[in-house]
């Protein structure tokens, strides 16, 4: 039976964002925790160095140089609350200037160009998204609707100024707990998009459904990953891209590329960041026209 949709409301992002302030605290003590194995190893080796005639575990006991060897400590944070991964770095300025608009790139290195514009249509009345989107992602919802499957829009364009407010007041949020600035802006990027960063300025995006981790769980998840390159849209945030695209995982998120080019990435397993690469170098070739 089909699930009711319902609005995403202020109360639901929210949650949202209490939900990955709890994995930045987390994420927060393991690379604490990851830190501090790495200063005992680096002072573990430096005792061996000054005295060649032993090696020190990391328990801290003495053993002989000839049956013991210093391990270095490792690991890797995951989840939002291990900070931002670190981007590719790619430079799309230029291409962002000249590209197709739908392959446009916006991310924490490449934010979204001054004077861009969005015209902007209302799905269902309430929900904006950029008016290039709406017939695609109509069809889309019918017709996973026709399969059984529900699909409603949580979120779709944001102005600058709503993102804005929204990082603002989750930076007030840390600053009353007595961080610093500067940790508060930090620790609330974890959540919010850093304003001018996020896809949803370009109108070219949407949350579906429940903004959760849950959501990969579901029928609509299962649905969307076999149909919505049909339509035009990828899931912008696959789990194995997060170094490269800087934003952890998020199964909910889709962004418009159209249908040439979602299934040209989805065939090749890129996402938009290393697919507009190939495009730049002329590695891959430039979809047809939407």
């Not at 680096?42 to 020190?56: D, E, F, K, S």
Request: glycine share 10%.
């Amino acid at each position: 039976m089909n699930q009711e949709p319902r609005r995403y409301t202020r109360a639901d992002y929210r949650r949202a964002v209490r939900r990955r302030r709890i994995k930045a605290r987390v994420g927060i003590v393991s690379a604490a925790a990851a830190v501090l194995l790495l200063v005992i190893g680096a002072g573990v080796l430096i005792v061996n160095r000054l005295l060649p005639g032993i090696t020190v575990n990391t328990a801290g006991k003495p053993e002989s140089a000839q049956t013991s060897a210093v391990q270095e400590p490792g690991g890797k944070s995951g989840g939002e609350g291990g900070g931002s991964p670190k981007t590719g770095g790619t430079d799309f300025t230029q291409w962002n200037q000249e590209c197709p608009w739908n392959l446009i790139v916006v991310n924490v290195d490449n934010p979204v160009p001054t004077g861009y514009d969005v015209i902007t249509e209302k799905y269902d009345g309430t929900m904006e998204v950029d008016s290039r989107i709406m017939e695609p992602l109509c069809d889309m919802i019918r017709a996973a609707r026709a399969d059984g499957v529900s699909l409603w829009i949580s979120s779709g364009y944001r102005s600058n100024q709503l993102q804005r407010r929204l990082y603002e007041d989750e930076t007030a949020s840390y600053l009353e707990k007595g961080y610093p600035r500067d940790n508060a802006e930090s620790m609330a990027a974890n959540a919010v998009a850093v304003p001018g960063t996020s896809e949803h300025e370009t109108g070219l995006s949407v949350d579906l459904n429940e903004v959760s981790d849950d959501f990969k769980y579901t029928e609509a998840y299962r649905w969307l990953s076999e149909n919505a390159e049909d339509y035009g849209f990828v899931q912008r945030y696959p789990e194995d891209k997060q170094e490269i695209t800087g934003i952890i995982t998020e199964p909910w998120h889709y962004r418009y590329v159209g249908q040439a080019a979602a299934k040209a990435m989805n065939a090749k397993g890129l996402c938009l960041e290393e697919y507009a690469a190939g495009l730049m170098d002329g590695s891959l070739e430039m979809p047809r026209s939407e």
